[in-house]
């Protein structure tokens, strides 16, 4: 086999990491990050001009990085992400230049700096960012011999790890995003699978196959990955509505979607659960009770309601009621004579309705009183 038929045969084994989207959807994906075109274009020049011309920094390289880092850190807090950062370089600036003074610049003094300053970041509970960064600024100090006359490198690396996140910060003030539209895509595609799962889950209860059931286990179980990404995008959002004046128009709005993310977590919990012990019960062949299959459909509903209130700041009174008769609809379609399987998935329905009910601001001491249904 030729050079090149080896390596086309390797490269189609290789998995394809890049999405499925048309010229026109790669386009758009650009278009809709404008901002962050922007804050970086912006970020980086700012950092590398204060380094280079306000503070005379020779080899200012890492200025403009550490405004990257801050922009692109993903979800979470920004000024989190520039504090790993300082501690990390200088934990890393610590230790590399500790052990050149020591040891002197050469290839295995290089290794034996990378190790050992990452050593020391594990030991002072360092990961992720911070880790990395102690590791990079003590390789890079050992690696980069400075120029004549550039001054302290341990200082300077310090000095523009701080400039670089401080501009990737500001530019996040002032250029931020659109915080309500953000986080509420997140939370609206994590309910609408949920109202889409309890649909899969009513209609197994309807027909006694338990494909639906299954079906709806493993769509939650995916959800919870999910869940976690919305709980870092809320730390973000939360953080630009505190911090943009841009922005401080939208923190009702913001607050309200955060507030809510505990709740929606539990709630995805439940809908497993439900889902699962409904697959319990048809794989048995046990037969759903007359009422309980409509309760779930009632429920897929109430969270869709739920979910519209929430994204138009209602006062969500249609989503408690519908929630409320869900629940009531589960608790008396159940027989007088019932199954473990068939108690737990009335239970469901009503923990998952206690769960978006408080989500929607209603009390415990309410809550218990419109889900008391004995008569």
């Not at 290789?14 to 962050?36: E, H």
């Not at 922007?38 to 405004?67: K, M, N, W």
């Not at 889409?196 to 009513?202: F, H, I, N, R, S």
């Not at 869900?326 to 769960?355: C, E, G, K």
């Amino acid at each position: 086999m030729s050079e090149r038929g080896g390596f086309a045969a390797f490269s189609r084994r290789l998995p394809d990491v890049r999405p499925s989207l048309s010229l026109r959807d790669r386009l758009m994906l650009v278009r809709r990050r404008w901002r962050f075109l922007v804050r970086l274009a912006i970020s980086t020049s700012v950092a590398y001009f204060v380094a280079t011309e306000l503070f005379g920094h020779s080899q200012a390289f890492f200025a403009p990085i550490a405004a990257v880092l801050v922009i692109n850190s993903g979800a979470g807090p920004r000024s989190r992400t520039l504090y790993e950062l300082i501690f990390g370089v200088v934990v890393g600036v610590g230790v590399g230049e500790l052990l050149i003074l020591t040891m002197g610049r050469g290839a295995w003094q290089l290794a034996l700096i990378g190790v050992l300053a990452a050593a020391v970041g594990l030991f002072l509970g360092l990961k992720g960012l911070a880790l990395n960064q102690a590791a990079n600024s003590a390789v890079l100090l050992a690696a980069v011999v400075p120029l004549s006359g550039a001054g302290n490198p341990a200082v300077t690396r310090v000095l523009d790890a701080l400039i670089g996140g401080l501009c990737g910060l500001a530019m996040m003030i002032l250029l931020p995003r659109n915080t309500v539209r953000d986080i509420g895509v997140e939370v609206q595609d994590v309910l609408k699978q949920v109202s889409g799962a309890l649909d899969d889950v009513a209609e197994a209860l309807a027909t006694g196959e338990p494909a639906g059931a299954e079906r709806a286990l493993e769509r939650t179980r995916e959800l919870q990955p999910a869940v976690e990404t919305l709980r870092s995008t809320a730390e973000n959002v939360s953080e630009i509505a505190r911090m943009s004046p841009m922005r401080w128009t939208q923190r009702g709005h913001v607050n309200l979607y955060v507030g809510t993310i505990a709740h929606i977590d539990n709630a995805v919990r439940d809908a497993r659960v439900l889902a699962r012990r409904s697959s319990a019960m048809l794989r048995h062949h046990e037969v759903a009770p007359a009422g309980m299959a409509d309760a779930v459909r009632s429920l897929a509903r109430a969270v869709g309601i739920f979910a519209d209130d929430l994204a138009v700041q209602a006062d969500f009174e249609a989503a408690q009621l519908a929630l409320i008769e869900a629940a009531r609809t589960a608790v008396h379609s159940l027989p007088a004579s019932l199954t473990l399987n068939t108690a737990a998935v009335s239970a469901q329905v009503r923990s998952l309705s206690a769960d978006l009910l408080l989500a929607s601001g209603m009390t415990r001491e309410d809550l218990d009183e419109h889900l008391d249904f004995d008569d």
